[in-house]
Nanobody, 122 residues
Framework: QVQLAESGGGLVQAGDSLRLSCAAS????????MAWFRQAPGKEREFVAA????????TSADSVKGRFTISRDNAKLTIFLQMNSLTPEDTAVYYC???????????????WGQGTQVTVSS
């Protein structure tokens, strides 16, 4: 059974940093492309960043480019999202997702975590 478990969310002030983690189990982690998505209240889920199975390729949404960095440690079956210069617009539930297709589309990822709340106060 595949499980993805996010951690590291919390309440911070604008300008602060947070590092999210997502621990995976039940899959051959090094075969899977992984991604972060987020969903703010009243909005659709949106792509944040993705990383290829080997970690050699990354991409991110324009809204977070230069502020957020996705990375992974295949030995620890974990991906990370380093978030710097946070703004209130970054407030959302952040989800990690895993799949076998390199994509910014949520439909490409069959496996999802439960999410972790990030709240940024002004």
């Amino acid at each position: 059974q595949v499980q993805l478990a996010e951690s590291g969310g919390g309440l911070v002030q604008a300008g602060d940093s947070l590092r999210l983690s997502c621990a995976a189990s039940g899959l051959i982690f090094s075969n899977y492309d992984m991604a972060w998505f987020r969903q703010a209240p009243g909005k659709e889920r949106e792509f944040v960043a993705a990383i290829s199975a080997s970690g050699g390729l990354t991409t991110s949404a324009d809204s977070v480019k230069g502020r957020f960095t996705i990375s992974r440690d295949n030995a620890k079956l974990t991906i990370f999202l380093q978030m710097n210069s946070l703004t209130p617009e970054d407030t959302a539930v952040y989800y990690c997702a895993g799949g076998l297709s390199w994509s910014s589309s949520a439909r490409s990822y069959p496996y999802w975590g439960q999410g972790t709340q990030v709240t940024v106060s002004s």
